[in-house]
């Protein structure tokens, strides 16, 4: 099982560059070519929310990717450090001036997440959160003598 770890600053510009290393990553890792958009795609509004989440709840905590490769399977886990509060409680450190509204806008991220990748697990606890997506993938073929 190989793995690739990518850290980056809570920045909106750093989201590109974790999308075109997943792509690069899930190519490598024998991800059907027909699925890389929607591996990018997914990759970029799983690191948007979590930069989004990051800004809003004051966390200077870098974004943390993991690129996993195992035997027939690709997955990418997007991590962030924000709080979860229990429902109606306010999360320790959030400066939301709206907080119904970054629900919907975090509930909209979630379902194209959902839309693009069949497999996805999305953790959360006062610890932070995780979105983790799962693609079949095909090993390599070795080129012929």
Same mark, same amino acid.
């Given at each position: 099982?190989?793995?690739?770890?990518l850290?980056?600053?809570?920045l &909106?510009e750093?989201?590109r560059?974790? #999308?075109l290393v997943? @792509? *690069?990553?899930?190519r490598?890792?024998?991800?059907d /070519?027909?699925?890389?958009?929607e591996?990018?795609?997914?990759v970029?509004?799983a690191?948007?929310r979590a930069?989004g989440?990051h800004q809003n709840g004051?966390?200077?905590?870098?974004v943390?990717?993991?690129l996993?490769e195992?035997?027939?399977?690709?997955?990418?886990?997007?991590?962030?450090?924000? &709080?979860?509060?229990a429902?109606?409680? #306010?999360a320790?450190? @959030? *400066?939301?001036e709206?907080?119904?509204?970054?629900? /919907?806008?975090?509930?909209m991220?979630?379902?194209v997440?959902?839309g693009?990748v069949?497999?996805?697990e999305v953790?959360a606890?006062e610890?932070?959160?995780s979105i983790?997506?799962?693609?079949p993938?095909a090993?390599?073929?070795a080129p012929?003598p």
């Amino acid at each position: 099982m190989a793995t690739v770890e990518l850290r980056f600053s809570a920045l &909106p510009e750093h989201v590109r560059t974790a #999308r075109l290393v997943a @792509a *690069a990553v899930a190519r490598r890792a024998g991800v059907d /070519e027909a699925v890389l958009d929607e591996v990018r795609l997914a990759v970029g509004e799983a690191c948007t929310r979590a930069v989004g989440l990051h800004q809003n709840g004051g966390i200077t905590a870098p974004v943390k990717v993991l690129l996993i490769e195992e035997e027939k399977q690709f997955s990418i886990e997007v991590g962030d450090e924000a &709080p979860r509060a229990a429902p109606g409680d #306010r999360a320790p450190g @959030a *400066a939301a001036e709206n907080p119904d509204a970054e629900a /919907e806008e975090d509930e909209m991220g979630l379902a194209v997440i959902s839309g693009l990748v069949d497999d996805v697990e999305v953790t959360a606890g006062e610890h932070g959160g995780s979105i983790r997506m799962t693609w079949p993938a095909a090993p390599p073929i070795a080129p012929l003598p």
